[in-house]
């Protein structure tokens, strides 16, 4: 699909997107109804196979899940390959790099309690906001879980599992990720 095609069709469903938006390959975009997807000037999304030779193995994938959530890219974003679900909010700051297949859920998918599993309860799905702050990078296969706060400058190592408040200027990695240097 042309990408000019494909912004039509994104405007159609309501994202809206600043200057420059350039696209690699085709990504999976859905807005939900009431919902809000915003995308700053000069945003690279890579979704094809060979846009990012970390290797992705999926097309980037960005979806506001329910009629009240909320996704907003900064200015200068790169994203590869990676998923962002938000059944609340997600805000990316400007200038920040999210490595290939990277995933960023604000939200658990799934209820933990069994008998809301079985009769598929919405309203039970946990899910909190996350934040990323401006200048940061995102390691590859990285995994950055609901209530994320990561503060302006954080290194997040590939292969990590985030979930916490980080300060400015770090170095996170590991699983569960931890502060392993301040910059």
Request: proline share 2%; glycine share 10%; net charge positive.
């Amino acid at each position: 699909m042309n990408s000019n095609w494909f912004k039509l069709l994104m405007k159609a469903t309501r994202v809206q997107y600043g200057e420059n938006l350039k696209l690699n390959g085709v990504p999976v975009v859905f807005n939900k109804q009431g919902a809000e997807l915003l995308i700053g000037d000069n945003v690279t999304i890579n979704s094809s196979f060979l846009s990012n030779l970390v290797g992705l193995y999926q097309r980037t994938i960005i979806v506001t899940r329910t009629h009240d959530s909320k996704i907003a890219i900064g200015n200068n974003v790169g994203i590869s390959g990676a998923t962002i679900y938000a059944r609340t909010s997600i805000t990316i700051g400007e200038n920040t790099l999210i490595g290939g297949n990277s995933k960023i859920m604000d939200n658990d998918f799934h209820p933990i309690e069994v008998e809301a599993r079985n009769t598929d309860i919405k309203e039970k799905i946990a899910a909190r906001p996350i934040v990323i702050g401006k200048n940061c990078f995102i390691g590859c296969n990285s995994l950055i879980l609901k209530g994320t706060i990561l503060g302006e400058g954080c290194v997040v190592g590939a292969g990590a599992v985030v979930s916490g408040v980080f300060e400015d200027n770090c170095v996170i990695a590991g699983n569960p990720a931890k502060v392993i240097k301040r910059l």
